[in-house]
């Protein structure tokens, strides 16, 4: 019986089908599976090696979880053994130091707080300076804000 290119013998006493290959499929076919075959195997290769990795890292993550558990109990041991430590007060000097550099900020504000009260200063009498005769608007306005200067003075 023939099915496209390819023969096929029927026996008609077994259930068997074989079937007849060309030459050129037939070694065709022979590389696809020695192929197959080859990837197969280095794939079990590459399996079988990463098992003995994670089993190697395993055992290494072990060891070491177990050699850090130790070192923290003889750390923990050696800090209850050890003696205590008194806190020294701070020496005369620092603390000199410390009181120099208070001081010295609340100096360094206090001459930024007159800095801009002269320049407030300066800035109103420039202004008295420069002025025309005011009007009676402009009188009044002036009055208001010397009052309101005035209070925030108190």
Known sequence: ???????????????????????????????????????????????ERYKALREKEIKTRTFMKKTLNEIENMTGSLIEILPKGKKDKMPVEEKEMEEFEKEKEKVEKEAVKETKAKK?????????????????EESLEQQLLDIKRKLSGL
């Open 1 to 47: 019986m023939h099915i496209g290119n390819k023969e096929i013998e029927i026996d008609v006493e077994s259930t068997d089908v074989f079937i007849k290959f060309d030459p050129v499929e037939s070694i065709e076919i022979k590389k696809e599976l020695l192929e197959m075959s080859a990837n197969s195997i280095s794939s079990m290769i590459i399996s």
């Open 120 to 136: 407030v200063v300066e800035k109103i009498k420039q202004k008295e300076v420069r002025k025309v005769p005011m009007t009676k």
